[in-house]
């Protein structure tokens, strides 16, 4: 009797292909030609403050870049002949770093949360998770409420309604209902926005 033979079977995506995904990736994000990089034989040459000097050769557009202690910069390479600026590269990618940083400052993440009810839930419950709600909406936050019908409680889904009214009551002073109650499977889903948005 001979031995089985067993096969050695890889996965669909072997760490030689995702190394070589990633290497790909890298290639494609190019950074502008800069310099001796420029292998163009006339460009299109802007100053420093954004005037235009015509069309150089590059060799002309290097020896002014260099007079002038900037670099020389591809900023157009699809146009023809390719466009060409000069400027201080370094401060240009730190102006660039910079005003990247500014823009993730302003931008305000939209965070929802949720508070789950029931249909059964008592007074002093509803209070503390209206009061949970409450801080959620202080702080910018959307708030997502959620009533889940469990049985037979799903045909009386007119209780659920009466009692994500009663939350609401409790919380519109601070908050505004940016959608109405609705059914979302054995769900009923309420959303709700702070009054300041």
């Known amino acids: 009797m001979q031995p089985s033979k067993e096969t050695i079977r890889f996965p669909s995506e072997s760490i030689f292909d995702a190394f070589f995904k990633i290497i790909r990736r890298w290639t494609t994000i190019k950074k502008p030609d800069i310099n001796e990089a420029i292998r163009d034989r006339e460009v299109r040459l802007i100053d420093a403050d954004g005037e235009q000097l015509g069309i150089v050769s590059s060799k002309e557009a290097f020896d002014l870049a260099a007079e002038k202690k900037l670099d020389l910069v ?3 390479p699809q146009a023809k ?8 590269y370094g401060k240009y990618k730190y102006e660039q770093a910079k005003k990247e940083k500014e823009a993730k400052k302003k931008q305000k993440v939209i965070v929802v949360k949720e508070v789950r009810l029931s249909v059964k839930i008592e007074d002093h419950d509803l209070n503390t998770k209206a009061k949970m709600a409450m801080k959620f909406l202080e702080n910018e936050d959307k708030v997502k409420v959620s009533l889940r019908f469990k049985g037979r409680e799903l045909g009386h889904t007119s209780f659920g309604i009466e009692v994500l009214n009663k939350f609401f009551d409790i919380v519109s002073d ?7 109650p609705k059914m979302e499977g054995r ?9 300041s948005q």
């Not at 601070?174 to 109405?180: D, P, Q, S, W």
Request: with cysteine; proline share 11%; aromatic share 0%.
């Open 74 to 76: 591809k900023i157009a």
């Open 81 to 88: 002949p390719p466009v060409c600026k000069l400027m201080d």
């Open 187 to 195: 769900s009923m889903i309420m959303i709700l926005s702070p009054k």
């Open 174 to 180: 601070v908050a505004v209902m940016e959608r109405k």
